[in-house]
């Protein structure tokens, strides 16, 4: 009995503790609130790890003594949180450890891989980093951020400051081919308008840049691959709403920047010399100035001399800039709006979003509107079957009303009068005919730009709806096979609605009304339909996928497959309908096209028919792929990929019609050598690829091309010959070495990467003389395989962590470097060389983006003209300009420099202390040169309607001795395009091209409901950003903005404010 007692007792007491010992429950999410699945938790007494769950929750046993839980998760900062009896709940919140860079995956649109496995060259930029920017555009979010991707905006000329910059990854490859990367959104190549995609539903942006990243998309990915994934929703989770919010501002543009004007009363001067000269024809078919105009009232007697001296008086006091900001400029406002719901259960996933964009552009009348809606949903329906399938929809809607500065009218013109009524500008025949035309039975022939703006409507929309679906099913574990189709379909028109009594219409039927007062042209609204382009593409692609790990020391992967794809691009043409009745929308095209009937003030015309004709255009590819990587010991990693392209603008020979390309690769992680010793650096891996890819040029095939057009005389169509087709076409190819040093020190202080590359491109497209007996019109529509070309740089990144802990600093350098080089033409270059500085024209041994200019040897101290050399001796002779220039050999050219930077890169900053951050951005570019503009001798007198002012025209040789503080020659009082046209693209007005800027700066304040409980939502967020805040410093003397060369002003100031939040 006392054994059966005591036996007892011991079981009570020794389970007492145990019934005691409750469980500690908690969740561990990333600072964005979503769970972190996997996620190791440790006791620290005794050593227990658990995992937490697929939905961030776990449960352990509660210690009674004090006690350490450490949580660990892959490319998250570990956290030790300290616990004792009393502890019931806790809430984790793992930041991102911004050093661990080898733990992203980078997705190449047909396989993901951890970085720490890729040979290739990559970088992948994320979803937060991707929002810093506020752009409506996803790919201007790329700039500064993303290592070797230049924007060049060289090209970008007038007010078209935001236009679609030349994108370069890593150099050219091509000489006279598209040179923009290839766009892939979800894992297929996109036909669509990039612009047309919300930035709110893109998860990250991947970019491959070498051989073995790229060489998996074949002939199109010579010129690199932008990868964009859009956001999906995760098994697991529960329902994620978030709503963001920006209102961006632009100032209006600066109309003082340019240099091409000259004050009112210099102006007038210059037109009073010219009218006492007799410069100026006066008949009703001849546009005058308004400033002669009134001479000539003066010189007539039609005007008494206090009211010409009032009125001239007037004229130096107006500067039509200022008038232009005033009425026809606006500061832009952009609204964008996003909603999205995403979540998902243990077998079902969904998506779901919604944007709308608003534009007020800086031109009053512009505007824009941007609808983009997306759905997508996965469904395990067996075990290792997947299916997804997802739709977008875009609209676009555009207004084109505004009007824009009026080059075209003088500086001393106003929009409106004294009283501040819209006033008339004259730019087609003198004011005096233009001010008779009621007097003749005519409509009113005045031009109002102000009236303009509300009596036209300019409109153009487009649409665009994108479907992907997918089945991927995984069997015998480690084997996945996927089926996956996109259909994408597009379509994009416009019209333009002329009032009756806008001065389209007045102007048009009054120009077709004879003598007899009868109008050909119905005085009512004009509506022009025009031409409506759409397209559809289908893409499909057949992949197996094998991937398994071996003992912890072998790891494979190997993937292959098919692909399909078809492009089809449609232009339908459009209608003019006149008598157009805007209330009930009718109006008729039936009018006599074919007459030519008498106009005024002279000769004769038909009426435009407004008709084109139809075209259509069929691209077909086939494509098979295969991909294989091997790692042994995490430590070597070898990679291969073969690509076969093939298509139908290509040869008729079998060899030419499809290309073979293909790459390989490894990588050695140094650092984990038994004999690498180097503790400050606990990583470095070396890694090196070597491989193909192509480009084509869809303008061009072995196919015979005609174009159809309708003539004008007899409303007959007939056709052109453009291309007499070429049997022998072939893809380019580019062949791409790379070697790049990835490294980490101590403690992930500082880490970076260092690459070089060389790229060798061959049968590059290039256009070629044709015999003038084929009829082809033009040799720019006929191009052969002619060329080579040679491509060399590097990209260097260095990330540092300055501070951590409750305040952190992360700073961001980057710097590229890229050259190029012309090595082979199959054929000399037959021009002259004077072409070389008006155009862009290959030469062997020369780099593509060569600036060619005429040898600048001075003004001359006797009359201040520039100094050229005619058979050994210099001379000044305005006469002998023309044959100079016409005269010059190749060698005799000046090579100035190239016009794209080949030195480029960016400073970012990012600092935090608690929920506030700091982000600011410099980018920089060097080594490159300009061509600005000047005025050259004569330019005044050169064209009387419009002609070429500059402020340079203060800065004129007057007198010996100014040669030396001046290279703007003196005036001659004459025009001539010889002597203008030699110094126009002279050496003296190259300027260089070397900047640097504050591109952007962002603030922001976020609170999540892990910091501050009693919050209703799981983290809301208020930011302000700024962009073109400034040149920091730039090379040149002569204030230009060289990112901007040819335009009328510089991109304005922005600024934005936003709201996000999501529950």
Same mark, same amino acid.
């Given at each position: 009995?006392?054994?059966?007692?005591?036996?007892?007792?011991?079981?009570?007491?020794?389970?007492?503790?145990?019934?005691?010992?409750?469980?500690?429950?908690?969740?561990?999410?990333?600072?964005?609130?979503?769970?972190?699945?996997?996620?190791?938790?440790?006791?620290?007494?005794?050593?227990?790890?658990?995992?937490?769950?697929?939905?961030? &929750?776990?449960?352990?046993?509660?210690?009674? !003594?004090?006690?350490?839980?450490?949580?660990?998760?892959?490319?998250?900062?570990?956290?030790?949180?300290?616990?004792?009896?009393?502890?019931?709940?806790?809430?984790?919140?793992?930041?991102?450890?911004?050093?661990?860079?080898?733990?992203?995956?980078?997705?190449?649109?047909?396989?993901?891989?951890?970085?720490?496995?890729?040979?290739?060259?990559?970088?992948?930029?994320?979803?937060?980093?991707?929002?810093?920017?506020?752009?409506?555009?996803?790919?201007?979010?790329?700039?500064?951020?993303?290592?070797?991707?230049?924007?060049?905006?060289?090209?970008?000329?007038?007010?078209?400051?935001?236009?679609?910059?030349?994108?370069?990854?890593?150099?050219?490859?091509?000489?006279?081919?598209?040179?923009?990367?290839?766009?892939?959104? *979800?894992?297929?190549?996109?036909?669509?308008?990039?612009?047309?995609?919300?930035?709110?539903?893109?998860?990250?942006?991947?970019?491959?840049?070498?051989?073995?990243?790229?060489?998996?998309?074949?002939?199109?990915?010579?010129?690199?691959?932008?990868?964009?994934?859009?956001?999906?929703?995760?098994?697991?989770?529960?329902?994620?709403?978030?709503?963001?919010?920006?209102?961006?501002?632009?100032?209006?543009? *600066?109309?003082?920047?340019?240099?091409?004007?000259?004050?009112?009363?210099?102006?007038?001067?210059?037109?009073?010399?010219?009218?006492?000269?007799?410069?100026?024809?006066?008949?009703?078919?001849?546009?005058?100035?308004?400033?002669?105009?009134?001479?000539?009232?003066?010189?007539?007697?039609?005007?008494?001399?206090?009211?010409?001296?009032?009125?001239?008086?007037?004229?130096?006091?107006?500067?039509?800039?200022?008038?232009?900001?005033?009425?026809?400029?606006?500061?832009?406002?952009?609204?964008?709006?996003?909603?999205?719901?995403?979540?998902?259960?243990?077998?079902?996933?969904?998506?779901?979003?919604?944007?709308? &964009?608003?534009?007020?552009?800086?031109?009053?009348?512009?505007?824009?509107?941007?609808?983009?809606?997306?759905?997508?949903?996965?469904?395990?329906?067996?075990?290792?079957?997947?299916?997804?399938?997802?739709?977008?929809?875009?609209?676009?809607?555009?207004?084109?009303?505004?009007?824009?500065?009026?080059?075209?009218?003088?500086?001393?013109?106003?929009?409106?009068?004294?009283?501040?009524?819209?006033?008339?500008?004259?730019?087609?025949?003198?004011?005096?005919?233009?001010?008779?035309?009621?007097?003749?039975?005519?409509?009113?022939?005045?031009?109002?730009?102000? *009236?303009?703006?509300?009596?036209?409507?300019?409109?153009?929309?487009?649409?665009?709806?994108?479907?992907?679906?997918?089945?991927?099913?995984?069997?015998?574990?480690?084997?996945?096979?996927?089926?996956?189709?996109?259909?994408?379909?597009?379509?994009?028109?416009?019209?333009?609605?002329?009032?009756?009594?806008?001065?389209?219409?007045?102007?048009?039927?009054?120009?077709?009304?004879?003598?007899?007062?009868?109008?050909?042209?119905?005085?009512?609204?004009?509506?022009?339909?025009?031409?409506?382009?759409?397209?559809?593409?289908?893409?499909?692609?057949?992949?197996?996928?094998?991937?398994?790990?071996?003992?912890?020391?072998?790891?494979?992967?190997?993937?292959?497959?098919?692909?399909?794809?078809?492009?089809?691009?449609?232009?339908?043409?459009?209608?003019?309908?006149?008598?157009?009745?805007?209330?009930?929308?009718?109006?008729?095209?039936?009018?006599?096209?074919?007459?030519?009937?008498?106009?005024?003030?002279?000769?004769?015309?038909?009426?435009?028919?407004?008709?084109?004709?139809?075209?259509?255009?069929?691209?077909?590819?086939?494509?098979?792929?295969?991909?294989?990587?091997?790692?042994?010991?995490?430590?070597?990693?070898?990679?291969?990929?073969?690509?076969?392209?093939?298509?139908?603008?290509?040869?008729?020979?079998?060899?030419?019609?499809?290309?073979?390309?293909?790459?390989?690769?490894?990588?050695?992680?140094?650092?984990?050598?038994?004999?690498?010793?180097?503790?400050?650096?606990?990583?470095?891996?070396?890694?090196?690829?070597?491989?193909?890819?192509?480009?084509?040029?869809?303008?061009?095939?072995?196919?015979?091309?005609?174009?159809?057009?309708?003539?004008?005389?007899?409303?007959?169509?007939? !056709?052109?010959?453009?291309?007499?087709?070429?049997?022998?076409?072939?893809?380019?190819?580019?062949?791409?070495?790379?070697?790049?040093?990835?490294?980490?020190?101590?403690?992930?202080?500082?880490?970076?990467?260092?690459?070089?590359?060389?790229?060798?491109?061959?049968?590059?497209?290039?256009?070629?003389?044709?015999?003038?007996?084929?009829?082809?019109?033009?040799?720019?529509?006929?191009?052969?395989?002619?060329?080579?070309?040679?491509?060399?740089?590097?990209?260097?990144?260095?990330?540092?962590?300055?501070?951590?802990?409750?305040?952190?600093?992360?700073?961001?350098?980057?710097?590229?470097?890229?050259?190029?080089?012309?090595?082979?033409?199959?054929?000399?270059?037959?021009?002259?060389?004077?072409?070389?500085?008006?155009?862009?024209?290959?030469?062997?041994?020369?780099?593509?983006?060569?600036?060619?200019?005429?040898?600048?040897?001075?003004?001359?101290?006797?009359?201040?003209?520039?100094?050229?050399?005619?058979?050994?001796?210099?001379?000044?002779?305005?006469?002998?300009?023309?044959?100079?220039?016409?005269?010059?050999?190749?060698?005799?050219?000046?090579?100035?420099?190239?016009?794209?930077?080949?030195?480029?890169?960016?400073?970012?900053?990012?600092?935090?202390?608690?929920?506030?951050?700091?982000?600011?951005?410099?980018?920089?570019?060097?080594?490159?040169?300009?061509?600005?503009?000047?005025?050259?001798?004569?330019?005044?007198?050169?064209?009387?309607?419009?002609?070429?002012?500059?402020?340079?025209?203060?800065?004129?040789?007057?007198?010996?001795?100014?040669?030396?503080?001046?290279?703007?020659?003196?005036?001659?009082?004459?025009?001539?395009?010889?002597?203008?046209?030699?110094?126009?693209?002279?050496?003296?007005?190259?300027?260089?091209?070397?900047?640097?800027?504050?591109?952007?700066?962002?603030?922001?304040?976020?609170?999540?409901?892990?910091?501050?409980?009693?919050?209703?939502?799981?983290?809301?967020?208020?930011?302000?950003?700024?962009?073109?805040?400034?040149?920091?410093?730039?090379?040149?003397?002569?204030?230009?903005?060289?990112?901007?060369?040819?335009?009328?002003?510089?991109?304005?100031?922005?600024?934005?404010?936003?709201?996000?939040?999501?529950?």
């Amino acid at each position: 009995m006392k054994t059966a007692i005591t036996f007892t007792l011991f079981i009570l007491f020794s389970c007492g503790p145990v019934a005691a010992q409750e469980l500690l429950s908690g969740n561990v999410t990333d600072k964005e609130g979503d769970p972190l699945p996997q996620t190791s938790v440790q006791l620290l007494g005794n050593g227990r790890t658990i995992r937490v769950t697929a939905s961030g &929750n776990f449960s352990i046993r509660r210690p009674q !003594a004090p006690d350490s839980l450490l949580f660990t998760h892959v490319g998250y900062l570990s956290k030790t949180v300290p616990i004792d009896a009393g502890t019931k709940t806790l809430r984790i919140v793992l930041e991102v450890d911004p050093g661990m860079l080898q733990e992203v995956e980078v997705n190449t649109g047909y396989y993901a891989v951890p970085r720490e496995r890729a040979t290739g060259s990559f970088t992948h930029i994320d979803n937060e980093l991707l929002n810093r920017s506020v752009s409506p555009n996803i790919l201007d979010r790329l700039e500064g951020i993303t290592s070797g991707l230049l924007f060049d905006r060289s090209n970008l000329s007038g007010e078209d400051i935001n236009g679609k910059p030349r994108l370069r990854v890593r150099g050219l490859s091509t000489i006279e081919a598209d040179s923009e990367p290839l766009i892939v959104v *979800d894992n297929f190549p996109f036909e669509g308008d990039v612009n047309t995609i919300d930035p709110n539903d893109v998860e990250s942006v991947t970019v491959l840049k070498d051989a073995a990243a790229a060489s998996i998309w074949g002939a199109r990915a010579g010129n690199g691959v932008i990868v964009i994934t859009t956001k999906h929703g995760r098994y697991n989770q529960p329902a994620r709403i978030s709503f963001n919010s920006n209102i961006n501002v632009v100032a209006k543009p *600066d109309l003082f920047y340019s240099q091409q004007y000259l004050p009112a009363a210099t102006v007038m001067d210059i037109q009073k010399e010219l009218f006492e000269r007799g410069a100026y024809r006066e008949d009703d078919r001849t546009f005058l100035p308004g400033y002669v105009e009134l001479l000539i009232k003066q010189r007539d007697g039609l005007i008494a001399d206090n009211d010409f001296n009032a009125a001239e008086n007037a004229m130096k006091q107006t500067d039509l800039r200022r008038q232009s900001l005033q009425y026809l400029y606006q500061p832009a406002i952009t609204q964008q709006y996003g909603l999205s719901v995403r979540g998902g259960s243990e077998r079902y996933s969904y998506s779901f979003s919604g944007g709308y &964009n608003r534009n007020r552009g800086v031109s009053v009348g512009n505007g824009d509107e941007r609808i983009n809606v997306g759905m997508q949903n996965s469904y395990k329906a067996l075990e290792g079957l997947e299916i997804t399938g997802a739709i977008w929809y875009t609209k676009q809607s555009d207004k084109n009303n505004g009007r824009g500065h009026l080059k075209a009218a003088s500086i001393y013109e106003g929009l409106v009068d004294e009283n501040g009524n819209p006033r008339s500008i004259i730019s087609r025949y003198r004011s005096s005919y233009h001010e008779r035309a009621e007097e003749s039975g005519l409509l009113d022939w005045m031009e109002r730009p102000l *009236d303009e703006i509300r009596l036209n409507d300019s409109r153009t929309s487009a649409q665009t709806v994108r479907f992907n679906g997918a089945v991927n099913y995984t069997f015998l574990r480690d084997v996945k096979a996927a089926l996956s189709y996109q259909y994408l379909v597009s379509e994009s028109g416009g019209s333009e609605y002329h009032d009756k009594e806008s001065y389209y219409v007045r102007d048009l039927v009054n120009r077709f009304t004879g003598e007899a007062g009868n109008r050909v042209i119905p005085y009512n609204g004009i509506m022009d339909y025009n031409a409506t382009s759409g397209g559809q593409a289908h893409s499909g692609r057949l992949q197996l996928n094998y991937s398994k790990s071996f003992r912890d020391k072998h790891a494979v992967s190997v993937l292959g497959g098919a692909e399909v794809r078809q492009t089809i691009t449609r232009l339908t043409p459009g209608v003019t309908l006149y008598n157009f009745d805007k209330d009930v929308w009718t109006g008729t095209g039936q009018l006599d096209h074919s007459t030519w009937f008498p106009t005024r003030p002279s000769g004769s015309s038909s009426i435009a028919a407004g008709v084109g004709l139809p075209d259509k255009t069929t691209n077909r590819y086939l494509s098979y792929f295969g991909n294989g990587s091997y790692t042994f010991l995490e430590r070597y990693t070898m990679s291969t990929s073969m690509r076969w392209d093939g298509s139908n603008l290509l040869g008729v020979k079998a060899n030419q019609r499809g290309t073979l390309l293909w790459s390989a690769g490894g990588s050695w992680e140094i650092s984990q050598e038994p004999f690498y010793r180097l503790s400050a650096f606990p990583y470095v891996r070396l890694r090196t690829t070597y491989g193909s890819a192509g480009n084509i040029d869809k303008t061009q095939s072995h196919y015979p091309t005609i174009s159809l057009n309708t003539n004008g005389y007899t409303s007959l169509t007939y !056709a052109n010959l453009t291309s007499p087709g070429n049997p022998s076409l072939r893809w380019e190819r580019v062949n791409t070495l790379n070697v790049g040093l990835d490294w980490r020190t101590k403690q992930q202080r500082v880490n970076g990467s260092i690459e070089y590359y060389t790229k060798w491109a061959n049968h590059l497209l290039g256009s070629d003389l044709v015999d003038p007996t084929l009829g082809i019109p033009t040799s720019q529509s006929y191009k052969v395989n002619y060329g080579s070309l040679k491509t060399v740089g590097w990209d260097i990144q260095l990330n540092t962590r300055n501070l951590t802990g409750a305040l952190s600093w992360n700073t961001t350098a980057m710097l590229s470097y890229s050259r190029n080089e012309i090595t082979h033409l199959t054929r000399p270059v037959l021009r002259y060389a004077y072409e070389f500085v008006t155009k862009s024209i290959p030469e062997v041994g020369k780099s593509v983006d060569l600036l060619y200019a005429t040898p600048w040897n001075g003004l001359s101290a006797d009359n201040g003209l520039p100094v050229v050399y005619v058979d050994g001796k210099p001379t000044t002779e305005v006469s002998a300009y023309t044959n100079y220039v016409l005269g010059l050999s190749y060698d005799e050219l000046a090579k100035v420099g190239v016009t794209v930077p080949p030195f480029f890169g960016s400073l970012r900053n990012n600092i935090q202390w608690k929920g506030i951050k700091l982000d600011f951005l410099i980018t920089y570019n060097f080594g490159h040169v300009f061509r600005r503009t000047s005025m050259s001798p004569g330019d005044e007198y050169l064209n009387l309607l419009i002609p070429r002012y500059h402020m340079d025209y203060f800065k004129r040789w007057e007198k010996p001795g100014d040669e030396r503080f001046t290279d703007v020659p003196a005036a001659i009082g004459v025009s001539d395009l010889g002597i203008s046209d030699y110094y126009r693209y002279s050496a003296a007005l190259i300027d260089k091209g070397d900047v640097i800027r504050l591109r952007d700066i962002g603030v922001s304040y976020t609170l999540n409901k892990n910091t501050f409980s009693r919050l209703p939502f799981r983290s809301i967020s208020l930011s302000l950003y700024a962009r073109n805040l400034g040149i920091l410093w730039r090379a040149n003397k002569s204030g230009v903005d060289p990112e901007f060369p040819s335009a009328d002003y510089p991109a304005p100031r922005s600024f934005a404010l936003g709201l996000q939040f999501s529950i």
